[in-house]
């Protein structure tokens, strides 16, 4: 079945270490997104990416880094510069950027 | 910029019960898409519907239905019967052909029906 793979589900980091979220698909999507959300503050746009070797930040993209030398993987860095890495994060991808996104699982980072 | 306004922050209603969630979307852009995702306690979002700003056709899929109103710029969503599967967060988002060819979501509904 086709889908995108965010691992792992749970994610611990001491503070001041980088870490990589894993986002996979296999939807034959051109486009992919990296959102974080945190409570009530509903989903916020960190880096997309339209096409391979292409990418643009978004609202909240400080503190954070990405990668698209594959279609099908989009990883996020997030780096300790980034002052609340604590978060639920969310890869989704879309066939173009006016199509619905398709959402993986999440992986819910913990830094203490 | 975009912006989507979600101000029903939860809603609790009984089983059964019809509801209806709120949704405004405010753009300069005349073309413009609008979507509703349900995020149930598992995490991931599920994408429900996709309206484009020239279409103000009402739409129904079983008790879901969606009320597009581009003068008000309002595109609310209702469930009919609610039944305790319906509890999730919904939210709602704009996509527009202007600014960044993003998607900008509401900061969504918490609902909880209650059996």
């Known amino acids: 079945d086709g889908g995108i793979t965010q691992s792992p589900k749970y994610l611990f980091r001491k503070e001041g270490q980088n870490v990589t979220l894993s986002c996979e698909q296999n939807?034959?999507?051109?486009?992919m997104y990296w959102y974080r959300q945190d409570p009530g503050q509903g989903l916020r746009l960190i880096y997309y990416?339209?096409?391979?070797?292409?990418?643009q930040k978004g609202d909240i993209a400080e503190g954070y880094s990405v990668s698209r030398e594959k279609k099908e993987s989009f990883p996020l860095t997030v780096t300790s510069a980034q002052k609340n890495p604590t978060a639920f994060y969310l890869c989704?991808?879309?066939?173009?950027?006016?199509?619905?996104?398709?959402f993986g699982n999440g992986t819910r980072l913990t830094v203490t | 910029a975009q912006k989507v306004t979600q101000a029903q922050t939860e809603i609790s209603v009984v089983e059964k019960e019809d509801v209806t969630l709120d949704c405004v979307y405010e753009?300069?852009?005349?073309?413009?898409?609008l979507f509703w995702y349900k995020q149930p306690p598992s995490g991931e979002l599920v994408f429900l519907i996709r309206?484009?700003?020239?279409?103000?056709q009402n739409e129904i899929s079983g008790r879901y239905s969606w009320n597009f109103q581009k003068s008000t710029s309002s595109f609310n969503f209702t469930i009919t019967a609610s039944q305790v599967v319906d509890s999730a967060v919904y939210f709602c988002?704009?996509?527009?052909?202007?600014?960044?060819?993003?998607?900008?979501f509401g900061t969504g509904t918490k609902l909880q029906v209650i059996p």
């Open positions: 989704a991808s879309s066939i173009s950027a006016d199509s619905p996104l398709h």
């Open positions: 939807l034959n999507h051109d486009a």
């Open positions: 990416s339209q096409i391979v070797n292409d990418f």
């Open positions: 753009t300069r852009d005349t073309t413009y898409y």
């Open positions: 309206r484009n700003s020239f279409d103000e």
């Open positions: 988002a704009g996509w527009d052909s202007g600014g960044y060819q993003k998607v900008t």
